[in-house]
């Protein structure tokens, strides 16, 4: 199990200046945001769904349900979860919700195989 820390920020390349101007700002630009992705990889090789934590206190604090692949990300076990304040790093509770939502049913599978 490893986790990383994944900053992003919109990345738009359009934008609407007279030609020549010294300074061409891209609306969203100064809007970034940061998750950490935990994933695991087995001894097997088998790499385990992504657990990705965002910081903030509501469910509109993760990703849109209207994400491209979103819906397949979650059919892949993947999780995504918020934790109710202000930073994104894992805590005890989101390591457990990894244990007990990834690792513990992935075994279980491996054991019935």
């Known amino acids: 199990i490893d986790q990383t820390n994944i900053i992003y920020q ?12 010294k300074q061409v700002s891209i609306i969203g630009q100064e809007e970034k945001g940061a998750c950490t992705l935990l994933t695991g990889i087995s001894t097997g090789g088998d790499l385990l769904p992504f657990h990705v934590v965002y910081d903030g ?7 849109s349900s209207k994400a491209p692949s979103y819906n397949k990300a979650l059919a892949m ?6 934790l109710n304040m202000d930073t994104y790093w894992s ?10 939502g ?5 075994w279980m599978e491996k054991k019935q195989q």
């Open 10 to 21: 919109p990345a738009g390349g359009s934008t609407y200046k007279l030609i020549g101007s």
């Open 57 to 63: 206190k509501t469910k509109w604090s993760l990703l």
């Open 77 to 82: 076990n993947f999780q995504f979860v918020f």
């Open 91 to 100: 805590t005890f509770q989101t390591i457990c919700t990894y244990i007990t």
């Open 102 to 106: 990834i690792l513990v049913p992935f």
